[in-house]
């Protein structure tokens, strides 16, 4: 029950989210400017039981206004009693003539007055609520632009009016959020059955999470409950077993007799593990099980346990797909992962290097030949020179790609990984084309040429790369490819550009692979627009390396919420960043 409770807590988002942002801009002093868009084109539609809030369409999504939480605040109130047929409903149609002005209150159980006096002279239970909706201000007499919200009680029919279309809203969210807050608070606190628990528990977090309310609140109180449940749940689970424990007769000290039959319960459960990595729709959730490494390293020294488990590694880095094969890296930083437990000289080797050879190649072949990744492996450093001067292909293969991205952390290590490269035929071969790409680059890099270079719409990756190698392109620091159709292999060419400080990718093909490369070199970037670009929050998080950024374009791009307010606290010189057509405005 508690595992089920807890899973579904974990869909709900713990991040606030700032309420409809246009266009962030940060001066001196922190102070924030939102600007409002331009030829915005916005639409919003009133109805009597549906809300009218605000609604854009960005890219065929409908993204909603949304709103602060409401408390208390100004209103006019008017009551009317039910009628009971069409006589006393053109009579009870008069009360409308007459408004109060009330200052309200929303509290935890009730929606009450300061004055307790006319309309308002007890207050409104949310338990007592039939009904409420948003109610047109065409079917109120004498209320020119006024919008009104309808609260159906057992009793009578109340009237809440407000000046504005958003302010409506705003009421109306506030009311509806307060009173099923105290639904779910009751139904969750008294029912005990797990079915009932877990369907009520969905249905708040869903709730939650659609509702156009931004407030610490909204997303604090599902967890608040949550844990309380799990909390209780563990408590009753606890007891239950002590009071079986005192129930029981002592326990007689004995030996297990049936060790054989335990022996091959546990080679069962390690062939199940074996055939589910040979499934492509397990392989991602079992690659993420075993990221941690579970197991004490009692199992990883003994021969017939690794024998086995080393073949569910393989499948899982045979993976295709980056997600499932970098599960076998360490799961966070100074973690480590099935990469480093099988390197040569660790715990579970022993096979000489084979099987980390073998991590090692499909990791550089697919998607981590990247900087960041090489840096992190100058500790294996000795091991990878070990295996360059036995030819290993991956271990070569690896220390001219950290010779060409520059990823040796000192000259001592240097000098010691060309030597190791130069000892074999092999190594002393892929040795001299490094040196003919570090020739080629150094000419590129020399100062000469223009500052500033625009490429014609329809240019390709193919065209970029060369026109870098025609000549010197030290001095170039504002390069334009908008409208272009180049992709996230040009990002191999803009690397070669340490001087760049303005790149412009709108409306290009260039996506999160490129973002992750770019950011890595691109460090003295200070204006980037990947206006309309593909790129996600998955490649949008590594912009944080870019501390000296200060005009940031994702207009039209995959940003969240999450990922923008992370940007804006891990950019200290970001000065203007537009999120307009995102999640995040």
Request: net charge neutral; with cysteine; glycine share 4%.
């Amino acid at each position: 029950m508690g595992d089920r409770l807890g899973s579904a807590s974990n869909s709900l988002s713990l991040n606030r989210v700032d309420a409809c942002n246009t266009f962030y801009s940060k001066i001196n002093h922190e102070d924030i400017l939102i600007v409002p868009p331009s030829n915005a084109v916005t639409t919003a539609a009133a109805s009597p039981t549906t809300s009218s809030t605000l609604c854009m369409l960005i890219n065929g999504r409908p993204i909603q206004q949304r709103h602060k939480l409401l408390n208390g605040g100004l209103m006019q109130v008017c009551r009317v009693p039910h009628a009971r047929n069409i006589i006393e409903k053109i009579r009870f149609s008069r009360f409308l003539r007459r408004w109060e002005d009330h200052h309200l209150t929303l509290e935890h159980n009730e929606i009450l007055s300061d004055t307790n006096e006319g309309y308002m002279d007890h207050p409104i239970l949310y338990t007592s609520i039939e009904d409420m909706c948003p109610w047109s201000k065409t079917k109120m007499i004498d209320s020119k632009y006024r919008f009104c919200i309808r609260i159906v009680t057992n009793e009578c029919i109340y009237f809440f009016q407000v000046s504005t279309l958003y302010l409506r809203d705003q009421w109306f969210y506030s009311m509806q959020w307060k009173r099923n807050k105290l639904k779910f608070e009751r139904i969750l606190r008294t029912a005990h059955r797990p079915e009932i628990l877990l369907k009520e528990m969905i249905h708040m977090i869903d709730f939650a999470m659609t509702i156009p309310i931004e407030d610490v609140e909204i997303y604090q109180f599902p967890l608040e409950i949550i844990s309380e449940i799990l909390q209780q749940t563990s408590t009753s689970c606890s007891q239950s077993s002590s009071d079986e424990r005192s129930q029981s007769p002592p326990l007689k000290k004995h030996k297990i007799k049936n060790n054989k039959s335990t022996k091959k319960q546990q080679q069962q459960q390690l062939s199940k593990v074996t055939t589910e990595s040979t499934f492509d729709d397990w392989r991602p959730q079992l690659g993420l099980l075993l990221q941690s490494i579970p197991f004490p390293n009692e199992a990883l020294t003994h021969d017939h346990f690794i024998g086995i488990f080393k073949n569910v590694v393989k499948n899982v880095v045979d993976d295709p797909r980056c997600e499932v094969h970098q599960t076998v890296l360490g799961i966070r930083e100074g973690k480590d992962g099935w990469f480093e437990i099988f390197c040569l000289g660790s715990i579970a080797c022993d096979d000489d290097g084979e099987m980390y050879s073998h991590i090692l190649g499909k990791l550089i072949s697919c998607c981590c030949r990247k900087k960041r990744f090489l840096l992190s492996i100058n500790k294996l450093l000795p091991a990878l020179m070990l295996l360059a001067l036995r030819e290993n292909q991956s271990a070569l293969e690896t220390l001219c790609a950290m010779l060409d991205l520059d990823a040796v952390e000192n000259r001592d290590n240097k000098l010691q990984l060309i030597s190791a490269l130069q000892s074999t035929p092999t190594g002393l071969k892929l040795y001299a084309k490094v040196c003919d790409r570090q020739i080629a680059l150094r000419e590129l890099q020399q100062k000469g040429g223009p500052r500033k270079l625009t490429l014609p719409s329809r240019s390709t990756d193919g065209d970029l790369a060369k026109l870098l190698s025609s000549g010197s392109f030290g001095n170039l620091e504002c390069l334009s490819l908008a409208f272009t159709h180049v992709t996230n292999a040009c990002a191999e060419q803009l690397i070669k550009l340490p001087a760049l400080r303005y790149l412009n990718l709108w409306s290009t093909q260039f996506g999160d692979a490129g973002l992750e490369l770019i950011s890595e070199h691109l460090n003295r970037l200070q204006v980037l627009n990947l206006c309309e670009t593909q790129v996600t929050d998955k490649g949008l998080n590594y912009l944080v390396c870019m501390k000296m950024l200060r005009k940031l374009n994702l207009n039209s791009t995959h940003l969240s919420s999450v990922t923008f307010e992370a940007l804006k606290e891990k950019l200290p010189a970001l000065q203007e960043c537009d999120i307009r057509y995102t999640d995040a405005w």
